[in-house]
């Protein structure tokens, strides 16, 4: 049997009462690479990654992940979802928050332990792990928001906007890490205004106004066209500055 694509949206459109978000939208990812979704401050790619996520049902159309028609509870293992907003407990530390959804995701043990280590390595937080959540700065709270979504290895990683309130170094940092993410071989999913992180990823789908205007690779969509940046490709197809 073929195997199924990681990502097949079909005809997806998704109303909230009488309002029309997201209008057919149909997309195909073959395999693991990033794929970022570029667009305006309202064009729909929360409302887009949150149903690839399977927190919320299209309208109509249909998301299959991995073959599974979503949502569906048994993928969020699978799974991982960065929101655009924080869901931390701010009474807690760091770690008890580390520790909580670890739990969720049935990690236990010594491997939990090594998982939650291993994490906040990566967001460069090893020294605040004892820190109450309120203690926090935003751009703290957005990293140990990563390293939750990291903990279970999911095949697939979702990033609604993952660098809003990062410094430069760090952002920096945090892509080399999707990237090195990306190579052993996990999905990801990232939603932004940033221009130079839509120069990284493999394949970028432009949204606007509830409509994906193009997909393609950063240099397909340069040449098609025949923009010297991916801000003037976005522009060319109408979006509005990002
Ligand atoms: N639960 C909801 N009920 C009503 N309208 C909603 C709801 N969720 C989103 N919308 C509307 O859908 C549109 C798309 O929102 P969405 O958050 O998907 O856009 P976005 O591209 O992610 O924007 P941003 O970059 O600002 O986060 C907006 O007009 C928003 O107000």
């Known amino acids: 049997m073929p195997t199924p694509p990681l ?43 949150r149903m690839i996520a399977g927190i919320d049902a299209p309208t109509s159309g249909s998301v299959d992940v991995l073959g599974q028609r979503m949502p569906q509870l048994a993928m969020l293992s699978r799974i991982g979802y ?20 670890a739990s969720l995701y049935g990690l236990s043990g010594a491997k939990r332990k090594q998982r939650i280590q291993d994490v906040m390595e990566l967001v460069d ?32 990683l979702i990033l609604d906007e993952p660098t809003v309130g990062i410094d430069p170094v760090l952002r920096k940092s945090i892509w080399e ?16 205004h940033v221009m130079d992180e839509a120069e990284k990823c493999d394949v970028l789908g432009m949204i606007r106004g509830g409509r994906l205007t193009a997909v393609g690779t950063p240099t397909e969509l340069k040449q098609a066209t025949g923009s010297a940046t991916i801000e003037e490709a976005f522009l060319s197809y109408g979006g509005a500055r990002a």
């Open 7 to 49: 990502i097949q949206v079909q005809d997806v459109s998704k109303q909230f009462g009488d309002k029309v978000v997201l209008e057919h939208i149909t997309l195909t990812l073959p395999s693991a690479q990033i794929f970022g979704l570029l667009g305006p401050s309202g064009s729909g790619k929360t409302t887009l990654v």
């Open 82 to 101: 960065m929101a655009q907003s924080d869901a931390l407990y701010a009474e807690l530390t760091a770690q008890e928050n580390l520790e909580f959804f």
């Open 125 to 156: 937080l090893s020294a605040h792990v004892k820190k109450q959540i309120h203690h926090f700065s935003g751009g703290m709270k957005r990293r140990l928001s990563l390293a939750i979504s990291l903990l279970h290895e999911p095949q697939l």
């Open 177 to 192: 890490e999707l990237t090195h993410l990306s190579k052993q071989g996990t999905a990801i999913v990232v939603t932004t």
